[in-house]
């Protein structure tokens, strides 16, 4: 019932902690946008940005999608496994079939994914920026104490 649950947690982990940390610079070395400063992206830019983020994930977990998945596919009939934990599946793979063995299907995740997050950042950024914009009209000194402190880095 659980196998394949410790690579698909740390898969999922690795995959947003990618997401967030690459589309946050690909706001910042895009289009000059830094978290709170109350510069509005348009939904194309943002687009942009989210297509481009979404394909450090599936590349940087493309190994733990594939021992997740071998592992929750194995048959366990008769008490036998090919792997038994996530460590032995990947030693395992690369030495049976190749270190290439590990990105497995990446293609097609890198057709889903990177669209997908396209849309959401859109939609995401907009309704973020919305309440933002609205904060910072309401507190203008947050965004000068905002500018003071990166002006001082």
Request: hydrophobic share 40%; net charge positive; aromatic share 8%.
């Amino acid at each position: 019932m659980w196998s394949g649950a410790t690579p698909t947690m740390m898969r999922n982990g690795t995959n947003q902690m990618c997401l967030f940390w690459a589309k946050a610079n690909m706001d910042k070395y895009l289009w000059g946008k830094y978290e709170g400063d109350g510069k509005q992206l348009t939904p194309t830019q943002s687009m942009t940005s989210g297509f481009a983020a979404a394909f450090l994930g599936p590349c940087a977990t493309g190994p733990m999608d594939v021992i997740k998945t071998r592992m929750m596919a194995q048959s366990k009939a008769g008490g036998q496994v090919q792997y038994k934990s996530m460590l032995d599946a990947l030693v395992k793979i690369p030495q049976q079939e190749g270190i290439r063995s590990l990105w497995r299907g990446l293609l097609p995740r890198l057709m889903r994914i990177p669209p997908g997050q396209a849309i959401v950042w859109a939609v995401s950024d907009q309704i973020t920026q919305y309440f933002e914009h609205r904060e910072l009209a309401k507190h203008p000194e947050l965004l000068a104490a905002k500018t003071t402190a990166a002006a001082g880095q």
